[in-house]
Structure formats: structure tokens, C-alpha cells
């Protein structure tokens, strides 16, 4: 039987754009974070309208052009992608979470918020 704060999954999504591709414009790094959460959103099939406002953690990957001065773009940057994201689908998250680059990252977030989940903070 499994507990009630055993984390789950509800909803993945991943987004590739490759070179070459016909777009009308490029996609910005915000703007594939955006359809990449709307895709997991999809992806849970619950209705968003219910999902959306129970959101109480957004999390991103620190981006090449702010982990490195070599990527750093010349058409300036965001201070905070996971806030952009939860502003763009309509979440009010508790705490949105960029942290430090490091290449256990993403590991390092799934393994917080699962624990966070378990003891229900």
C-alpha cells in the first residue's frame, strides 16, 4: 500500500528544437521552458485548471549563458526562469528554485523535492 506522501510523477514533458528547423522566429529559452511545462501539464491529464493553482514548487536547470561568462548572451537574460515560468502558466508556487550549476543538478532537485514530499513540508 502506498503512503499518501509518496512522491509520484503526475506529468513529463521534454522539448527539442533543432537547427534548421522552419520557425518563424527562435525560440527563446523562456519561451521553451514555458511549452515544456504546459507539455508536463498535458502530460498529467489533469485539467489545468485544477493543477496549475496546487503548484506549490517550480524548479529550472541553470542555464548555459548563466553558468559559464564563455556563454553569456549579448541580448540580455532572465534573473529568475522558474518565476517566468510559473508567471507564464498561471502558478503563484510557494518557491520557485534555480540553483547553483553543477552537473548532479537535476538529480539533486528530483531527490529535495521528493524528500519534501515525504515529510510534507
Same mark, same amino acid.
Given at each position: =500500500?502506498?503512503?499518501? *506522501? ?5 506529468? &513529463? ?9 522552419? $520557425? /518563424?522566429? /527562435?525560440?527563446? #529559452?523562456?519561451?521553451? =521552458? ?12 489533469? *485539467?489545468? *485548471?485544477?493543477?496549475? /493553482? ?19 548572451? /549579448?541580448?540580455?537574460?532572465?534573473? @529568475? ?11 503563484? #508556487?510557494?518557491? &520557485? ?6 552537473? @548532479? ?5 528530483? @531527490? $529535495? $523535492? ?8
Amino acid at each position: =500500500m502506498r503512503e499518501a *506522501a509518496t512522491p509520484i510523477l503526475v506529468g &513529463c514533458a521534454r522539448l527539442t528544437v533543432r537547427d534548421g528547423e522552419h $520557425l /518563424p522566429s /527562435p525560440p527563446s #529559452p523562456q519561451g521553451l =521552458m514555458v511549452a515544456a511545462a504546459r507539455r508536463a501539464i498535458a502530460d498529467s491529464g489533469a *485539467a489545468p *485548471a485544477r493543477l496549475v /493553482p496546487r503548484l506549490d514548487s517550480v524548479a529550472a536547470i541553470r542555464t548555459f549563458a548563466d553558468s559559464a561568462p564563455q556563454f553569456e548572451t /549579448p541580448f540580455g537574460r532572465c534573473e @529568475n526562469y522558474p518565476a517566468h515560468v510559473a508567471r507564464a502558466i498561471g502558478a503563484r #508556487p510557494r518557491r &520557485c528554485l534555480y540553483p547553483v550549476v553543477g552537473g @548532479n543538478t537535476p538529480q539533486w532537485l528530483v @531527490n $529535495l $523535492l521528493a524528500e519534501d514530499i515525504r515529510t510534507e513540508r
